[in-house]
């Protein structure tokens, strides 16, 4: 199945002595938290313009059909 993957990054480059990495934190977190928006907004516009995956259904049935066919089998004990 193909995907489409996104793909950003971010740089951080500070010069404030002693408060460098707590900025730098700071800045990477707020990019982190920009790009989970990021990625629901995407989302919901893919799922407006062309409807809900068509495997979504499928993914969830999948592992009552794995327990279904186990069922079905009979396994041996026996050599």
Same mark, same amino acid.
């Not at 790009?35 to 516009?45: A, G, N, R």
């Not at 062309?50 to 066919?69: D, I, M, S």
């Given at each position: 199945?193909?995907?489409? &993957? /996104? #793909?950003? +990054? +971010?740089? /951080? $480059?500070? $010069?404030? +002595?002693?408060? =460098? $990495?707590?900025? #730098? *934190?700071?800045?990477? %977190?707020?990019? @982190? @938290? =920009?790009?989970?928006?990021?990625?629901?907004?995407?989302?919901? @516009?893919?799922? @407006?313009? !062309? +409807? #809900?995956? %068509?495997? %979504? =259904? *499928?993914?969830?049935? #999948?592992?009552?059909?794995?327990?279904?066919? &186990? $069922?079905?089998? =009979? !396994?041996?004990?026996?050599?």
């Amino acid at each position: 199945m193909p995907e489409t &993957i /996104v #793909e950003r +990054g +971010g740089l /951080v $480059s500070t $010069s404030f +002595g002693k408060l =460098n $990495s707590v900025i #730098e *934190h700071i800045l990477m %977190a707020n990019f @982190k @938290k =920009n790009m989970k928006k990021t990625v629901i907004v995407y989302t919901e @516009k893919l799922t @407006k313009r !062309f +409807g #809900e995956p %068509a495997l %979504a =259904n *499928h993914r969830t049935n #999948e592992p009552y059909l794995v327990r279904q066919k &186990i $069922s079905r089998c =009979n !396994f041996s004990t026996q050599d």
